[in-house]
């Protein structure tokens, strides 16, 4: 990868809608060497999906908390990390190193949803102990992070 995908990328960080056209006249390069950049950068599974960020207050989620797992055993963490990506209200799950094992990010409407998604995870196999951080605002947000070159 060189600067010119990287520079591609941040394009398409910023706008994934982008056109061709639209990218080629941002960073000089002609339509025809953009799409095949593209192609090359999806190829390899650098570019792994074109998605759009919600605004989750809009949908009436106005709750979002990080919650800290420990698992009893970690025999338990195979099963865990299957029925935590399987919940509709966990949008992020994280297994990681230190006091506890995962840390999941849930999105909500309430605190009533919020009491019955913590009791559907401590009714998981093997969860021994849960601690909640409720967000309070969100200062930065990005899907991905490029290189500092361009960045």
């Known amino acids: 990868m060189d600067c010119i995908d990287l520079s591609i990328l941040k394009c398409l960080k910023e706008n994934s809608r982008q056109t061709a056209s639209m990218i080629s006249q941002t960073i000089n390069l002609s339509v025809s060497a953009v799409i095949e950049r593209i192609r090359k950068l999806e190829a390899r599974g650098l570019i ?5 960020v919600l605004d989750e207050k ?3 989620n106005d709750l979002t908390v990080f919650v800290s797992v420990r698992l009893e055993n970690p025999r338990f963490g195979e099963e ?3 029925e935590a990506s399987a919940h509709v209200n966990i949008s992020e799950c994280y297994y990681i190193a230190g006091d506890v094992d995962y840390l999941l990010k849930i999105v909500t409407d309430s605190s009533r949803s919020l009491e ?3 009791d559907d995870i401590n009714g998981m196999a093997g969860v021994s102990w849960t ?9 930065k947000n990005d899907v991905s992070i490029l290189p500092e070159e361009i960045a």
Do not use: C, D, E, R
């Open 58 to 60: 809009q949908l009436g």
């Open 116 to 118: 019955l998604i913590h």
């Open 80 to 82: 865990f990390a299957k």
């Open 48 to 52: 792994q999906q074109y998605t759009v």
């Open 131 to 139: 601690k909640t951080l409720y967000v309070l605002s969100t200062i």
